[in-house]
């Protein structure tokens, strides 16, 4: 019995789709997209990224995916199947997961304490501004996290096919559904059509490279491009699925849920403060939405809805990073999947704390001027997810070529109507894009540049 029959796999292309748009579809699209939108003048930046996701997003994604049908191998060996001179990139691929995965948690246990306080009959007491600011700064989110984390890995640990699968079978409706819902609503909101024509009409004037920067690398959050998500889920993916037909499904799931996440949060934060707190960043869902929804009467009905969205979009998502590390672990050491879940809640709940902890009690403990939670993300999204894309397009494009992976896309007869887009962006595009991606997010990290 060879590797890629004993290796789990999804049970048809609906599964596979749906679990890969799970994935895609997490927090980037909820909490960061709206925020990045708004700050990068609605409509210029919604332009920037449609135009990037059908181009440079599409030729990443089916890159990665490939690889993984391919080798039938996670992100540790891929590399390394592919041409041994590139076996490094394994490991170094193989790191963004798991210093992610920690982090992500603690954001999806603020989500669970938001909903909990919200369907509980709370939601009155988080329309103070300090509310979210003196919940962070207490050991309460440990307890979330946690809560979080196992929720997680109990998913991961009933399978591929039982549990990933069938949870995004369930989940992934009910998101598009929910967000549907709750655009619509703000929508009706008074004062909710300004910001729509913000969040829609392109204004050319606020156009600038950063715009460009800012797009490319909501693209690789978002599409969960270079964590090894992509090449892991690939490694399940049947050969009679079509892969291109699927990434562009799973575009259209991530694209669509993040548009509508710009429709229920900008033209409601245009309703309640004509604009004024479009630019709050990270803090719009946990500071300026509680306002927003206080000011309705149905109050813990918006907020049990909304963040019951985003806790769907943040478990999805979850999912697919702790499947990616229990992967890696199980591939790397032999060891069995249920010992690998374990292994992998551990090292969750270790670098986790601290991201969990580090405004509160350990918040004196800095790492170049950044918290615990603050420096995972510098390193893992400014560092290594643009270091692995960049070296994923050299050995593509340059080693192996392109036309081992088109191979591989056009497998039992499956059309591929895209390879000269693929192989330019391979090639040529994305490398260049990538290396400016990495120079400028790093100089904006370190506070030398602002993005």
């Known amino acids: 019995m060879n590797e890629s029959t004993k290796r789990s796999s999804f049970s048809g292309k609906l599964g596979f789709v749906l679990a890969a748009a799970g994935s895609a579809v997490g927090l ?13 003048g609605g409509g210029t930046f919604l332009l920037c990224y449609l135009v990037l996701a059908v181009t440079f997003g599409f030729a990443l994604m089916v890159a990665e995916i490939a690889i993984g049908r391919k080798t039938r191998q996670s992100a540790i060996r891929a590399y390394g199947t592919l041409d041994k001179r590139f076996r490094f990139l394994g490991p170094l691929a193989s790191l963004v997961p798991i210093i992610i995965t920690p982090y992500y948690c603690v954001i999806g246990g603020w989500v669970m304490k938001y909903l909990f306080v919200y369907a509980t009959g709370g939601g009155a007491t988080l329309v103070d501004g300090n ?3 003196q919940f962070i700064s207490s050991t309460s989110p440990l307890i979330w996290f946690v809560l979080f984390v196992a929720v997680t890995v109990v998913i991961v640990m009933t399978g591929v096919e039982k549990g990933i699968e069938k949870v995004s079978k369930v989940m992934m409706p009910l998101l598009v559904l929910l967000s549907l819902g709750i655009a619509v609503y703000c929508l009706t909101l008074p004062g909710a059509m300004e910001g729509v024509i913000y969040y829609l009409k392109p204004d050319f004037s606020k156009f600038s490279a950063t715009t460009i920067l ?10 969960s491009l270079a964590m090894g998500i992509m090449i892991t889920y690939g490694s ?3 050969k009679d699925s079509h892969l291109t037909a699927s990434v562009h499904q799973i575009e259209i799931f991530d694209t669509g849920i993040a548009f509508l996440a710009g429709l229920m949060v900008i033209p409601a934060v245009f309703s309640f403060t004509g604009g004024a707190d479009v630019n709050a960043g990270p803090g719009l869902m946990f500071m300026t939405l ?3 929804f206080g000011s309705v009467p149905i109050t813990n009905i918006i907020g049990t809805l909304f963040f019951l969205l985003v806790l769907f979009a943040a478990l999805t998502s979850a999912i697919s990073l702790a499947e990616t590390v ?21 090292i969750l709940i270790g670098l986790g704390s601290f991201s969990a902890l580090g405004y509160g009690p350990l918040a004196q403990i800095q790492i170049i001027g950044m918290a615990f939670l603050d420096f995972f993300d510098f390193i893992s999204n400014s560092i290594l997810m643009p ?14 070529k392109p036309a081992s992976l088109i191979e591989e896309a056009e497998a039992e007869g499956a059309s591929f109507r895209g390879k000269k887009l693929f192989v330019f962006v391979i090639k040529y595009l994305a490398p260049v894009c990538i290396v400016a991606i990495l120079i400028s997010s790093v100089l904006s990290s370190l506070g030398i540049i602002s993005i």
Do not use: E, H
Not at 28 to 40: M, S, T
């Open 214 to 223: 800012a797009a490319m690398g909501q693209l690789f959050y978002s599409m």
């Open 131 to 133: 509310y979210f600011t």
């Open 387 to 400: 270091v692995v894309a960049f070296l994923t397009c050299i050995l593509v494009g340059y080693i192996v």
């Open 326 to 346: 229990v992967s890696i672990l199980c591939d790397f050491t032999g060891i069995k999947r249920m010992t690998g879940c374990l292994i992998t809640a551990v």
């Open 28 to 40: 980037g699209n909820i909490w960061r997209f709206p925020y990045l939108a708004a700050k990068y």
């Open 236 to 238: 399940y993916m049947k």
């Open 290 to 292: 509680p306002k927003v």
